[in-house]
């Protein structure tokens, strides 16, 4: 099922919720090197882009504490922005988002870390997406001052794009969600007044079309499968 709902400058599109990771993993000695990190605790060292980051969310929450256990996180937040599943629409987003992380890792951790903490069932990659987006929007001002589109595929299936407004707080996704708003507050005054058969003639359908237009546009222009 579709949902939207909007998070401060940035609207937020998920067109599926990946599910929470079935697997967990313990972890004894490990060496600090985060890929050797991963590697005692996936067993995938090996691999690379969405199956690294798919396995890699399989670490418990038993494995937060300590600087090599960050490190771990930091390195799965820079191979999925290193895999073909993150995308946008501005290429110089991902290497201003790999230095912001690599350069604040303590506070990127606490950040997936909150995700986390906030849902129990939450996969390690679903927490990176999100912890990815807060980054964006804690710090919009490193970023180009017009608005941009990122998107995120889950290795386990379902997509979620994202509109970065523009500097000004101005963006697609907000002005395509204000005639949703307005078409929808006309079809409730005009049931209110008795009028029937005005769904269409209030634009609340037209507004809903646009919504499914511009998301196919960019899951299309991402490469990410359609929903079906």
Known sequence: MTS?????????LILQQAGPSTAAATAGDQASAPDAILAAVTGVSGE???A??????????????G???????????LD????????????RVKDTLKKLIAQNGE????????EKGRNAGMTLENAIV???????????????????????????????????????GNSTYQS?????????AALLSARQSGETGLWSDAGTGPAEANFSAWTDKWLTSFGFDLPE
């Open 4 to 12: 939207v709902s909007s998070m401060n400058s940035a609207a937020v």
């Open 48 to 50: 690379t882009g969405g």
């Open 52 to 65: 690294r980051l798919q396995a890699s969310s399989s670490i418990n929450n038993g494995l937060w504490d």
């Open 67 to 77: 600087k090599e256990k960050q490190d771990g996180v930091v390195q799965a937040a």
């Open 80 to 91: 999925y922005l290193d895999s073909d599943l993150f995308q946008s629409s501005d290429p």
């Open 107 to 114: 506070e990127f951790a606490a950040k997936v870390q909150a």
């Open 130 to 168: 999100n912890a990815i987006g807060a980054t964006i929007r804690d710090n919009r001002g490193q970023f180009s001052a017009g608005e941009f589109v990122v998107g995120f595929k889950f290795a386990g299936g379902g997509a979620m794009i994202q509109n970065i407004a523009d500097v000004n």
């Open 176 to 184: 395509m969600m204000d005639d949703f708003q307005a078409a929808h």
